[in-house]
């Protein structure tokens, strides 16, 4: 697709970006950079003296939808007349119409091709021409490597081992967006791993689509996301290895039996649960019934004290009864999450969901969501009170306006301490003294 638009012909020598939605994004919104910066580009916050914008967009709900165009336009705006705004991720793959129609972007690229993201500007640059690369996720047959990893974000570094998913549930789009099952090298994660370390980063999150599915498709190298683990951890000295979301049916005894022998490994498992409804999670098409659930949970918590359980679930989902939604807040509470990322469902187009019959009205939506967000904080607190008088491992993160830093521990609770003479990335022992008002405070050991 190609169509005319002004520009001046002066090489940019600063990018900015705005990200939206999930780690993987960020961690290829960092890479990017990282490719601008190769070919001589600096990387700026600052919008006014950008001479590329790129807007890294979401395609995950409606809102998801919603917020991306709304950003599109904001930055349009804001930019530099003769600046090139770059839209890509998500949202441009399923949605490249939708995008150009906006009238905004110069350069389009969806969820593969971004390896020629630079290219692409510059060839916007000397053609005067808006461009699009998006290919179709039939053409997404390879991991696509982006290369050397520019960190934005200073106190932990995100790290990508695969690429795509192929569960197809009912309700989403990412399938569409992301494409089909694609696995990092593990030579390629490792050399990544070397360079992370020497930039002293002392926590690693693994982020991908489907993490749990690494090396699942043909051709694969014969690794499974445990041995990733394993081989980060023996090639490597970084204190803190992090697993972003995993399906919990792949949350598996060679997994947790690294956790217990290996005190790097974070004592946290994100497992999105979806429903707590066993008629629902059918209809979702997920891979589990709430006793599997139920079963991966108590393991978990046997062999890793101290876990914690985190989790995504949603409410409102096409044919949910008031039965339904019932099962589903008990289950929730007796699961008693350490934290939960609740939202309501939001109908995909050309998903299975989309076409059911029984949509639920938006105000029994907000209302759900309001009761399962009850449930969630009572737990949370639950959670986080046991640990009031433990001593912790705290990561450093920012001050706060109060002049508190800000901290995670491994098994991610956020605490709030006084310190003399700390920065940001630094391990800390803290005393948890007290918990107000849904933070917990401590006291450098």
Request: aromatic share 6%; hydrophobic share 35%; with cysteine.
């Amino acid at each position: 697709m190609e169509e005319q638009a002004n520009t001046n012909m002066n090489t940019p020598k600063k990018v900015y970006f705005e990200t939206l939605g999930c780690k993987t994004n960020q961690y290829e919104s960092e890479a990017l950079a990282a490719l601008f910066a190769e070919a001589g580009y600096d990387y700026t916050e600052d919008i006014d003296e950008a001479d590329v914008c790129v807007v890294n967009t979401c395609t995950v709900t409606h809102v998801s939808d919603r917020k991306s165009r709304q950003v599109i336009r904001r930055v349009a705006g804001a930019k530099k007349k003769d600046a090139v705004l770059v839209v890509c991720g998500c949202y441009a793959q399923v949605a490249m119409e939708d995008v150009a129609a906006l009238g905004e972007a110069d350069v389009i690229v969806g969820t593969n091709q971004r390896s020629h993201i630079v290219k692409a500007v510059e060839d916007f640059l000397a053609s005067n021409k808006r461009k699009t690369y998006v290919a179709t996720t039939k053409e997404m047959a390879d991991f696509e490597p982006l290369g050397a990893h520019r960190v934005i974000n200073m106190t932990r570094a995100y790290l990508k081992i695969q690429e795509g998913c192929q569960q197809y549930c009912s309700y989403c789009i990412i399938p569409y967006a992301r494409g089909p099952l694609r696995s990092r090298k593990m030579a390629d994660i490792l050399a990544e791993v070397r360079n992370l370390e020497e930039a002293n980063f002392q926590e690693l999150i693994l982020t991908g689509t489907h993490i749990g599915a690494y090396g699942e498709e043909d051709g694969n190298e014969g690794y499974d996301l445990a041995d990733v683990c394993a081989q980060i951890l023996a090639n490597s000295s970084i204190p803190r290895l992090r697993l972003g979301s995993i399906e919990p049916t792949e949350v598996t005894d060679k997994l947790l039996q690294l956790m217990v022998e290996n005190p790097r490994m974070c004592r946290q498992l994100h497992m999105p649960l979806q429903s707590g409804s066993d008629e629902v999670l059918k209809r979702m098409k997920r891979p589990y019934k709430t006793d599997d659930y139920r079963k991966i949970v108590k393991k978990a918590r046997e062999m890793v004290p101290e876990v914690a359980i985190t989790t995504d679930i949603m409410v409102g989902f096409p044919g949910e009864s008031n039965d339904d939604f019932r099962e589903s807040l008990m289950f929730a509470d007796e699961i008693a999450f350490a934290a939960m990322h609740i939202f309501k469902y939001s109908p995909r187009e050309n998903t299975p969901a989309a076409a059911m019959s029984d949509q639920v009205d938006s105000t029994l939506k907000d209302k759900r969501s309001k009761a399962m967000a009850a449930v969630a904080e009572k737990n949370e607190l639950k959670y986080m009170e046991r640990f009031v008088g433990a001593e912790v491992e705290v990561l450093l993160e920012e001050v706060d306006k109060k002049g508190y830093w800000e901290g995670h521990t491994d098994n991610y609770l956020k605490i709030l301490c006084r310190l003399d003479d700390a920065a940001k990335g630094q391990m800390r022992r803290v005393k948890i003294t007290e918990l107000n008002k849904r933070s917990l405070y401590g006291k450098e050991v």
